[in-house]
């Protein structure tokens, strides 16, 4: 299967405002164009702008907060017309967050943003992208022109409707959705405030994108820390808040590399299918983000993350088979899989790019979780880890025996009909 190249950007909780930085908010840093800024001051959102226009991106999407509930009306407009007006034109989009009032009406936002109503769809090439607006009250009817800190969030039913008919709309299509709050967990707070869907209303969203079997991953923001959920063949991306932490920048206004607190990713799918999600952000460890990349198919795959300690190899590989067994390995896996193994496949980063490496099953059984997989890496370092990406649950890839592990001085490669962990003979 062909699929189209394409790159994004996304980002959260800019909390834009002229405004002294507090309890680690800063909020002036997300644009730098106030006054009390000085002279050549690092800019958050130009960081992620810049970074987007190196990689391409088609658009960058801002996952709710792009103003703070205390500041002013034109706060909204900074931002947008920051967008508008950098040098890279690029396509923006706004999820509704619930810092986004009250200065500003609901009717205001969407005149503002250019949209009938603040969840809606569109496409770039054969990709499908859904924006989604969680701030409702348990009536269903929205939230408006008040800031309640401590406030539940729901997904009415209209909404509900109109998401179910969309993706119907768009059967073969792989898509992303983007949230404000949190749709993958339920009863999450930080102190008085809810950071996610209610129990209810976040298991209807689940289920209306599993049943669509092609939404590949949520982006959601909200809780201001990194997170990251696979459930039912989705992934759930949580990012941090742009507006924490100080953006340390050189005298030339640049954040200095591995010290800019910000927090913005890049999303890009190759034409093998294989989509990245790269994080620049320092803030709370984007550690967090077990799985960075997966295979686009049918039905969204999950996948292991395999590190190799480097004390353990004595001098550098080039080329060497490694042994996957089933030891230690998630009940996630087990759940997933194919119960022939023809889904697995391994990928890991060549140089800089992420490339798909050579593996072979050479024994599976799925109800007594063992496994034999050999995975070809193409380089094992005696001084730094080894990372590595075993990927499965595509139920519609049938991928054959792979003959390409083992080298040339390898005549033939015999493997028993026996059970792997049993033991010699």
Request: with cysteine.
């Amino acid at each position: 299967m062909y699929f189209p190249a394409i790159k994004f950007c996304v980002t959260a909780d800019t909390h834009n405002e002229d405004k002294e930085a507090a309890a680690g908010r800063y909020y002036r840093q997300v644009l730098s164009i106030y006054e009390e800024e000085p002279p050549g001051s690092a800019s958050k959102l130009r960081d992620a702008l810049e970074q987007a226009e190196t990689d391409e991106c088609r658009f960058i999407v801002i996952c709710g907060d792009v103003r703070n509930h205390s500041g002013a009306n034109s706060d909204f407009d900074d931002v947008i017309n920051f967008i508008d007006e950098y040098d890279y034109d690029i396509e923006r989009h706004l999820v509704m967050g619930n810092h986004d009032f009250p200065s500003i009406t609901r009717a205001v936002w969407l005149a503002k943003t250019g949209k009938e109503n603040a969840y809606y769809s569109f496409d770039h090439i054969k990709y499908h992208f859904v924006i989604m607006d969680f701030n409702y009250d348990v009536n269903g009817d929205p939230y408006d022109t008040t800031f309640v800190d401590d406030r539940k969030y729901y997904f009415p039913e209209t909404e509900r409707q109109w998401l179910r008919g969309d993706l119907d709309d768009n059967p073969d299509k792989i898509t992303f959705v983007f949230c404000h709050q949190k749709a993958s967990t339920s009863g999450e707070k930080l102190g008085d405030a809810y950071l996610c869907l209610e129990q209810a209303d976040g298991d209807a969203f689940r289920a209306i994108c599993e049943r669509h079997g092609r939404v590949a991953a949520v982006f959601q923001a909200h809780a201001h820390k990194s997170d990251y959920s696979y459930i039912n063949g989705i992934h759930y991306y949580t990012l941090m808040a742009a507006v924490d932490g100080d953006g340390d920048h050189n005298e030339d206004g640049i954040f200095d590399e591995g010290a800019a607190e910000n927090a913005y990713a890049i999303v890009s799918i190759n034409t093998s299918g294989i989509c990245t999600i790269t994080p620049y952000a320092s803030v709370d460890d984007q550690d967090k983000w077990e799985t960075t990349s997966f295979k686009l198919g049918g039905h969204m795959s999950g996948q292991l993350k395999i590190t190799i300690d480097y004390n353990k190899v004595t001098g550098a590989l080039t080329d060497h088979p490694v042994l996957v067994t089933g030891d230690n390995i998630p009940d996630n896996f087990w759940n997933y899989v194919k119960s022939d193994g023809s889904d697995i496949w391994a990928q890991g980063v060549v140089g800089s790019e992420m490339t798909v490496w050579e593996s072979e099953v050479v024994f599976i059984d799925v109800a007594n979780k063992k496994l034999e997989l050999w995975v070809k890496v193409p380089s094992l370092s005696s001084v730094a880890d080894t990372v590595f990406y075993i990927n499965y649950g595509d139920t519609a890839l049938d991928v054959t025996a792979d003959t390409g592990v083992w080298d040339v001085n390898f005549m033939m490669v015999q493997h028993m009909n026996g059970d792997p962990e049993a033991g010699a003979p």
